[in-house]
């Protein structure tokens, strides 16, 4: 059952599904909060693996502190989140912010990372297609904060203002730190994705055991558009993380047998 756990001197609400297998941990889009996709990511997972999720300070259930939002604090709460709570090497599945998270921590702590998952994820603020726009704020979003965050009601438009200042001028994460990162990585992305294409190729093409799946007909809502598809794209990736020895290769000439 989700509960608040004390992760380093911070409520956050924690999520685990016992199981017997490797460690999965879901790492949710900006804004956003592990109920929003879990009940769609979980159920192909939990009979194979250990799955854990957390609401990112400032996020969901999970209240705020000063510099929440920012990259590099979230990175850092994920890498304590890994040490204290999961205890073991994990596979990663990060949406969108997520994503970047997940990148971050592979970069900074890669013996905490056993694969990654990075869905609609850029690893430069300029890979973002659309400007962000004034925020707004519907009625059912603020019904829903106010009856979930410990956070007063007037701080979900702050957040969104602060967040969106972030999105604009991060993540800041060059092509070369992405190359350090030597655990296999599935970068997949919506075909009408908000990331723009070449971006999306750039971040695929500098990982040393990157893999690309576009999904035909979906946009940066992947999760909840195409979800069977999806999924199952993922657990391929996640029952063989061998790196793909193909019969016609271009770009994995390095791998292939003679």
Same mark, same amino acid.
């Given at each position: 059952?989700?509960? #608040?756990i004390?992760?380093? =001197?911070?409520?956050? #609400?924690n #999520?685990? *599904?016992?199981?017997?297998?490797?460690?999965? &941990?879901?790492?949710?889009? +900006?804004?956003?909060k592990?109920s929003s *996709?879990?009940?769609?990511?979980?159920?192909?997972?939990?009979? %194979?693996?250990?799955?854990?999720?957390?609401?990112?300070?400032a996020?969901?259930?999970? =209240?705020?502190?000063?510099?929440s939002?920012?990259?590099?604090?979230?990175?850092?709460?994920?890498?304590a989140?890994?040490e204290?709570?999961?205890?073991?090497?994990?596979h990663?599945? +990060? *949406?969108?912010? +997520?994503?970047?998270?997940?990148?971050? &921590?592979?970069?900074?702590?890669?013996?905490?990372?056993?694969?990654?998952?990075?869905?609609g994820?850029?690893f430069?603020?300029?890979?973002?297609? /659309?400007?962000?726009?004034?925020?707004?704020?519907?009625?059912?979003?603020?019904?829903? #904060?106010?009856?979930?965050?410990?956070?007063?009601?007037?701080?979900?438009? %702050?957040?969104?203002?602060?967040?969106h200042?972030? *999105?604009?001028?991060?993540p800041?994460?060059t092509?070369?730190?992405?190359?350090?990162?030597?655990?296999?990585?599935?970068?997949?992305?919506g075909?009408?994705? &908000?990331?723009?294409?070449?971006?999306?190729?750039?971040?695929f093409?500098a990982?040393?055991?990157? /893999?690309?799946?576009?999904?035909?007909?979906?946009?940066?809502?992947v999760?909840?558009?195409?979800?069977?598809?999806?999924?199952a794209?993922?657990? /391929?990736f996640?029952?063989?993380?061998?790196?793909?020895?193909?019969?016609?290769?271009?770009?994995?000439?390095?791998? /292939?047998s003679?």
């Open positions: 059952m989700p509960d #608040y004390n992760l380093r =001197g911070h409520q956050v #609400y #999520y685990e *599904w016992e199981s017997d297998g490797e460690a999965v &941990v879901l790492l949710h889009g +900006g804004l956003s592990t *996709w879990d009940y769609l990511m979980v159920p192909p997972l939990e009979d %194979e693996f250990h799955v854990f999720a957390y609401d990112r300070t996020h969901g259930f999970t =209240g705020d502190l000063p510099g939002l920012h990259f590099e604090f979230q990175t850092q709460e994920a890498i989140y890994l204290d709570v999961v205890k073991e090497p994990a990663l599945i +990060g *949406w969108s912010d +997520g994503g970047i998270i997940a990148l971050m &921590v592979a970069i900074q702590r890669p013996d905490l990372v056993k694969s990654i998952v990075a869905i994820a850029n430069h603020f300029s890979g973002v297609m /659309q400007a962000f726009g004034d925020p707004e704020i519907s009625e059912d979003d603020q019904a829903e #904060y106010n009856l979930i965050s410990p956070d007063a009601p007037h701080t979900l438009l %702050e957040k969104t203002i602060r967040m200042a972030i *999105w604009e001028s991060e800041k994460l092509l070369g730190e992405i190359a350090t990162i030597q655990c296999p990585v599935l970068v997949l992305v075909d009408d994705d &908000v990331i723009n294409h070449s971006h999306t190729i750039a971040l093409e990982l040393p055991l990157g /893999q690309l799946a576009v999904i035909p007909g979906t946009s940066h809502i999760v909840k558009e195409k979800p069977g598809l999806m999924n794209v993922i657990l /391929q996640l029952e063989d993380l061998s790196y793909p020895i193909t019969r016609s290769p271009v770009r994995r000439t390095n791998n /292939q003679e």
